[in-house]
């Protein structure tokens, strides 16, 4: 069953150019959230721009705790040299290459592209207003085709009690499940 993951802002905003809107760390339930997920899933699909983005990490490997990275590019394979990663050419092509229930990860196009086989989302909703661009800008969910099965309130602030911890939310948002109900 492909999902999808996203966080975004009020306005559906998910990015600024090639850049994200929040540093990973500064939204920490987010991460770890992310984390667990893809951990479940095993598979993860994500567009050239957002993992050619991470540049550093990719050296290493990006996601450590994921058996397989699909990443989707129209670009040959003999144009990159990054370990242990799958090319497709389409989103039909990355979902029949998946060894596990994908999770698209994004960025926006790669989003459009795989709303329309997606049956589950799972969204982090920024409760804040940032600036994003037009052109990333997560899809509304149609009403008639997507019901909210899930709704968990996490306040800014840290995570828990302890001092120590670094662990910490710079917004409020909310962690929030979609399930497909029909298809157009
Ligand atoms: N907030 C979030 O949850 C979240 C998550 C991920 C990313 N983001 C943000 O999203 C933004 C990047 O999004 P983006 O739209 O620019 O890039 P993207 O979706 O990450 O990648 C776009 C690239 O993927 C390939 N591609 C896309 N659709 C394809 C298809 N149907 N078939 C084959 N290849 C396809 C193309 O690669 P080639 O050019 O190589 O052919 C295309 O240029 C950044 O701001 C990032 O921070 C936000």
Redesign the pocket.
């Known amino acids: 069953m492909p999902a999808m ?4 802002d009020r306005q559906r905003g ?8 929040w540093r990973p760390y500064e939204m920490a339930s987010d991460k770890e959230r992310f984390r667990m997920i893809s951990r479940e899933m095993g598979t993860i699909i ?6 050619i ?1 991470e540049q550093i990490d990719l050296i290493q490997r990006p996601f450590p705790k994921v058996d397989q990275v699909i990443m ?4 040959d394979k003999s144009e990159f040299t990054i370990p242990d990663i799958d090319i ?4 039909e092509e990355a979902l029949e290459m998946a060894r596990h229930d994908p999770l698209i ?7 459009r ?1 795989g709303l329309p086989y997606a049956d589950r989302i799972y969204a982090t909703e920024i409760d804040a207003d940032l600036p994003h661009d037009e ?2 800008r997560f899809p509304e969910l149609l009403p008639d085709q997507w019901r909210e099965t899930e709704r968990t309130f996490v306040p800014a602030g840290k995570l828990n009690d302890d001092t120590e911890s670094k662990k910490q939310n710079i917004y409020p948002s909310y962690e929030v499940t979609y399930e497909r109900i029909a298809r157009s």
């Open positions: 993951i996203v966080a975004y998910i990015g600024k150019g090639k850049e994200q809107l994500v567009g050239s721009n957002s993992l983005d989707l590019s129209r670009r497709a050419h389409s989103m990860i994004g960025g926006a196009q790669v989003y592209a052109a990333t």
